[in-house]
């Protein structure tokens, strides 16, 4: 596995971690699906936590720490036309990029142990409920 594609693994795994609920079904069968060949599929799990509100904010949060990229933020210009039309408002987007410091040390004591115990990721994947199999293991 690259290490692209384990940074996008261990990001899922602890996003699974940080679930309070079960994943909806439809989530779920995607999982199992690309669990059953991880090796060849495991860049599918990025799209999949993108596409997942419940997944979206965690798994985000920790591909960035992990990757060590800067917070997007969402600030600047809606749009730059080619010639000014004083017609057209052109505002600048508030800032949307949560605060993540807070769960900054407690993400990273869960990463570690993702690292620890990577060999139980495809365990953890096809499991009945892969959110709470990852909270049992990450403990």
Same mark, same amino acid.
């Given at each position: ?27 779920? =069968? =995607? ?9 060849? %599929? ?21 591909? %960035?720490?992990?990757t060590a990229n800067a917070?997007? %933020? ?29 769960? =900054?040390?407690e993400m990273r004591d ?9 060999? =139980? ?14 909270q049992q293991e990450f403990?």
């Amino acid at each position: 596995m690259k290490d692209a594609e384990a940074q996008i693994l261990k990001a899922f795994l602890y996003a699974l971690w940080q679930q309070t609920e079960a994943l909806p079904e439809s989530v779920l =069968q =995607q999982v199992q699906a690309i669990a059953a060949s991880l090796e060849t %599929r495991v860049v599918e799990l990025n799209d999949l936590a993108v596409a997942s509100p419940a997944l979206e904010f965690p798994y985000r949060t920790a591909y %960035r720490w992990l990757t060590a990229n800067a917070a997007e %933020r969402g600030m600047g210009l809606d749009f730059l036309p080619t010639k000014p039309d004083e017609s057209v408002a052109i505002g600048e987007n508030p800032n949307i990029v949560r605060d993540s410091r807070p769960f =900054q040390e407690e993400m990273r004591d869960v990463l570690t142990l993702i690292d620890q115990k990577w060999d =139980q990721a495809p365990r953890i994947l096809t499991s009945l409920n892969p959110s709470n199999t990852a909270q049992q293991e990450f403990r």
